[in-house]
């Protein structure tokens, strides 16, 4: 298997345009410096040996040895050896809320952005264990089901909006069933999950179905998101941000339900915390997650990894020595024609 070590050096690339546009400039300013001294003709006469070709030669070699850099810089890898490994781990899906109301701003900067970042952090610290999200609002969606590929799980979390669920509500009864029903039935391992949202949920079921959660060996945390004062939901009408009202006119205020998220991790044989100290949940979830009983399974991957930068970096050092020995005399090789023709 072929990688590279650090893809994001390859936004080194976007120098190259400016580097390019300055070549342009330098040319066009050293042409018309040379206009101004003197006629074509006269100038070939006092400079019979000089070609301005080279100059753009030299930016191409220069240019390809950049360009083998940047590679170097990356660190191109290859997987010498692909193996079985036995791995021990927690399944673990992590249900995040797009409602409307997770764009009040109780919290710095939203509960969205929070919540995001929140489920980021989580995904980083539960590394080792196979890891799922879940979406929901007014519906509930399976968005990627369980792996180790822990970048598509922060992409995914980087990525969610309220866009992403088209009926709002805070359907948390939905999003315990498409776990419960993602989930391999083994009564032998626990599972986990982290519900992030506001728990602006109305379902009576809600708790009832975390009991029946727990009885097939799933355990729900819940992590509260806002504040118990609350705050109005921003809505954006043409562009401009209003806030959202009720039938009556007034203002909605859409406020944390503790009480609520405190019964759900409870019949759910977990915990309840509030996002406000999100470092330390993150670090008592994981706690509480390595706890449960772990599950073994089987994992194809390379053993090691072996490093080529030396060769785009051998390449690229060649290209810049040769690129600083070439001068800017006319080579037989290169014919008599010259800029100053043109």
Do not use: C
């Not at 929901?136 to 990525?159: H, V």
């Not at 805070?170 to 982290?194: C, P, Y």
């Amino acid at each position: 298997m072929f990688q590279f070590e650090h893809p994001e050096f390859f936004w080194a690339f976007a120098a190259f345009p400016l580097m390019i546009a300055f070549f342009v400039m330098t040319g066009l300013y050293r042409k018309r410096a040379m206009q101004r001294f003197g006629e074509n003709s006269l100038l070939m006469q006092l400079m019979p040996e000089y070609s301005t070709k080279k100059h753009l030669v030299k930016f191409i070699i220069f240019m390809i040895a950049m360009t083998f850099l940047v590679i170097a810089w990356t660190n191109p890898q290859r997987g010498t050896k692909k193996q079985k490994v036995k791995r021990e781990s927690v399944d673990v899906f992590i249900a995040l809320d797009l409602s409307k109301s997770m764009l009040a701003q109780d919290i710095a900067p939203n509960r969205m952005e929070r919540a995001k970042r929140f489920v980021s952090d989580l995904t980083d610290a539960l590394k080792g264990n196979r890891i799922g999200t879940v979406i929901f609002a007014g519906n509930a969606y399976l968005q990627m089901p369980l792996t180790t590929d822990y970048s598509a799980a922060k992409m995914f979390a980087r990525s969610a909006n309220t866009q992403m669920v088209p009926s709002q509500g805070t359907a948390l009864k939905e999003a315990i069933k498409i776990v419960m029903e993602s989930f391999e039935r083994d009564d032998k391992h626990q599972k986990a999950l982290v519900i992030v949202t506001d728990g602006e949920d109305h379902e009576k079921e809600v708790v009832e179905l975390a009991s029946e959660a727990l009885a097939d060996g799933i355990v729900i945390y819940t992590v509260g998101v806002g504040t118990i004062d609350g705050a109005p939901i921003p809505v954006f009408e043409n562009g401009v941000e209003r806030m959202k009202r009720d039938i009556g006119g007034e203002i909605v205020t859409t406020r944390l339900n503790e009480d609520m998220l405190r019964n759900v991790a409870k019949a759910g044989g977990g915990n309840y915390f509030n996002i406000k100290a999100d470092r330390k949940i993150i670090s008592k979830l994981k706690e509480r997650v390595e706890q449960l009983d772990k599950r073994s399974f089987e994992q194809r991957v390379f053993e090691t990894y072996d490093s080529y930068f030396q060769i785009p970096l051998f390449i690229g050092i060649l290209l810049i020595v040769l690129e600083f020995m070439l001068d800017f005399r006319k080579s037989r090789w290169w014919g008599s024609r010259d800029i100053f023709d043109v």
